[in-house]
């Protein structure tokens, strides 16, 4: 008879199985949320949410890390609370350890201390006023070592935690890309497609990411911009005739209705609806808390060794500009959207019909646990070229 391993409980199966799953169904999303937030309501587990975001922002920027790095981070912190209570981490240490997750990921790698140096300076920016850094980072040879020491164990064990959630599954597919190959397919013009860019970076602060695949945020942020753009705007004069560009009002009519362009770019207007409102949604609470700080001011990726005054100069500047549009006009917005739009359409979940059933059972409770052996795959039940 076989024994269990040491410290594993008797009815601990000697080994199993852990399947990566690149999407969720927003039922499922609402299932391991409402489960992992505890005793918090959603506005305050969104507030938690956007405040991680921001920090992470924050990281990236004063470091220089590419739009895709701070981006996958965001994703990374957004999936892995829907495995792990709130409760149990602050998300300082979740969003340190989905950045240190992202460089890994695409190339970008910094060690946990020199992550730890500027995190402290983001935080505590009392003592990255006494550091004579020129990026504004703090020395950790003038702190406690025993506390940057815990700081980078921390960082570590949430680390292999996050790892656990992805099924050491380093692949990453951003919408950037496509945003600039669906724009040009649209006849999009450069101000619409650049908005698009931005917009596709702002989605990364919700649950988008980890719902729809790339192509379909990338286009579904086209389709806010061009509603943005053309929404109580009086049509513009006629194009050339023979132009391939087209305005943001016919653009916006187009993915508004089913057509050929949803076998064309592989997604369908009842996920460009869904995706459109939650923008808007992000949208209408940046315009209401200024400080949540939405989009980033360009969308290039920020400058590496950019100074810290310098930086500080630019967000001023940007958050002098006033948006093209206010709180009451995306309200607007919304609304009429509503009494247009197509009813959700079903979303099965990767295999098995009840989120429930996949999610709140050995599936779930393999993650974070060093019971028996766990055989980490690449991809759901039954896809081929399953990784171990």
């Known amino acids: 008879m076989d024994l269990p391993l040491r410290g594993q409980s008797p009815n601990t199966p000697a080994s199993s199985s852990k399947y990566h799953h690149p999407y969720f169904t927003p039922a499922e999303v609402e299932y391991l949320s409402e489960k992992q937030r505890g005793k918090l309501s959603l506005n305050q587990e969104d507030k938690v949410r956007q405040n991680a975001c921001g920090f992470l ?6 470091i220089g890390f590419p739009r895709r790095t701070i981006a996958t981070a965001q994703n990374l912190y957004h999936r892995f609370h829907l495995f792990f209570p709130r409760k149990d981490f602050n998300y300082f240490d979740v969003s340190l350890a989905a950045l240190y997750v992202s460089t890994k990921m695409h190339d970008t790698l910094k060690k946990p ?8 300076a983001v935080r505590f920016p009392e003592l990255a006023a006494k550091s004579k850094h020129p990026g504004g980072e703090v020395d950790l040879d003038s702190m406690d070592p025993q506390v940057v020491e815990h700081d ?3 960082l570590l064990a949430v680390e292999r935690l996050m790892l656990e959630t992805i099924c050491f599954n380093f692949t990453s597919r951003m919408p950037f890309p ?15 497609t650049k908005l698009g860019w931005r917009l596709a970076s702002d989605c990364h602060r919700t649950l988008l990411p980890i719902q729809y695949p790339p192509h379909t945020i990338a286009i579904g942020s086209i389709y806010v911009a061009a509603l943005l753009t053309s929404f109580e705007q009086p049509l513009p004069p006629p194009l050339t005739p023979g132009s391939r560009t087209r305005h943001a009002h016919e653009i916006a009519s187009m993915l508004t209705t089913h057509g050929p362009w949803e076998k ?17 949604d992000l949208l209408i609470q940046g315009l209401q ?13 920020p400058v590496p060794h950019l100074s810290h005054s310098h930086q500080q100069g630019q967000n001023q500047q940007h958050q002098a500009q006033p948006a093209p549009y206010n709180a009451d006009q995306l309200l607007r917005l919304k609304i009429a959207m509503r009494e247009t739009e197509h009813p959700p359409r ?13 999610y709140g059972g050995e599936d779930n409770n393999l993650i974070g646990r060093n019971e028996g052996t766990v055989r980490f795959l690449f991809g759901p039940p039954g896809v081929v070229g399953n990784g171990v």
Do not use: M
């Open 178 to 192: 496509y945003v600039i190959k669906i724009g040009r397919e649209l006849g999009a013009t450069k101000k619409l």
């Open 113 to 120: 201390r020199e992550l730890l140096a500027v995190s402290y």
């Open 264 to 280: 064309q770019f592989h997604s369908q207007v009842e996920d460009l609806e869904d995706i459109a409102h939650t923008v808007l």
């Open 289 to 301: 808390n200024p400080s949540a700080n939405t989009s980033p001011s360009t969308p290039s990726s």
């Open 152 to 154: 980078r164990q921390r």
């Open 57 to 62: 922002e924050a990281l990236g920027a004063r």
């Open 346 to 358: 079903p979303r099965q979940p990767l295999g098995n019909a009840d989120p429930s059933a996949l």
